[in-house]
């Protein structure tokens, strides 16, 4: 079945280390995006990627890196810049053509996301 | 102004009842307005697009105004399994297509 698989879904760090969170999708979509959630709030955008070799800061990318070397890939790293990086991170894609599902041209799908502590 | 805006609720309604929500957004070029559900700690899912003139799934209406810059959705008849949140999506205009989320809107349904 197509999909993102995000990884881990929980991951526990140090103050003062680096992690990065996995996030590959198998429906090859051209756009790939990392969001950030807290609790009662919505989504905000860290990084998009709208093709390989190519991305750009969103909203939030202070203390974030990400790379695009395959198109299947988009990994998340958060840094210890990032001064509080507990949170649930949420990777998507996004197909410009109409879905086999007829769900519609740029419909974003996510991973199940990864939920980061900070110990 | 946040971009796109919501009122968190939540909204409290009994089995089979109506309840609409409302959110706002402050562009008035933006373009692809969403509505995506989100169950407690899991991942958004697309609930429905919401196009120009009104659209219609089953139990759920969409409806987008822009002349006051701001899209609905309905829920008829309303289901315990409906109790979730409900997050508003407005693209941002310009080339790249960027995805805005609004807070979200809690909805709890009880018997």
């Known amino acids: 079945d197509g999909g993102i698989t995000q990884s881990p879904k929980y991951l526990f760090r140090k103050e003062g280390q680096n992690v990065t969170l996995s996030c590959e999708q198998n429906?090859?979509?051209?756009?790939m995006y990392w969001y950030r959630q807290d609790p009662g709030q919505g989504l905000r955008l860290i990084y998009y990627?709208?093709?390989?070799?190519?991305?750009q800061k969103g909203d939030i990318a202070e203390g974030y890196s990400v790379s695009r070397e395959k198109k299947e890939s988009f990994p998340l790293t958060v840094t210890s810049a990032q001064k509080n990086p507990t949170a649930f991170y949420l990777c998507?894609?996004?197909?410009?053509?109409?879905?086999?599902?007829?769900?519609?041209?740029?419909?974003?799908?996510f991973g199940a996301g990864s939920r980061l502590t900070v110990l | 102004r946040k971009e796109v805006e919501q009122d968190p609720g939540p909204f409290n309604v009994p089995e089979g009842a109506t309840v609409a929500f409302n959110c706002t957004y402050s562009?008035?070029?933006?373009?692809?307005f969403f509505w995506y559900r989100q169950d407690c700690r899991k991942e958004p899912k697309l609930l429905m697009s919401?196009?120009?003139s009104g659209n219609e799934d089953g139990r759920f209406t969409a409806q987008l105004n822009r002349a006051s810059q701001y899209i609905s959705l309905l829920i008829r008849d309303s289901k315990l399994s409906d109790s979730a949140t409900y997050l508003c999506?407005?693209?941002?205009?310009?080339?790249?297509?960027?995805?805005?989320f609004g807070r979200g809107t809690s909805l709890i349904v009880h018997p």
């Open positions: 919401v196009y120009s």
């Open positions: 990627s709208q093709i390989v070799n190519d991305f």
């Open positions: 429906l090859n979509h051209d756009a």
């Open positions: 998507a894609s996004r197909s410009d053509r109409e879905g086999v599902m007829n769900s519609g041209a740029n419909v974003l799908t």
């Open positions: 999506v407005v693209k941002r205009s310009g080339g790249s297509y960027i995805p805005t």
């Open positions: 562009n008035s070029a933006s373009q692809s």
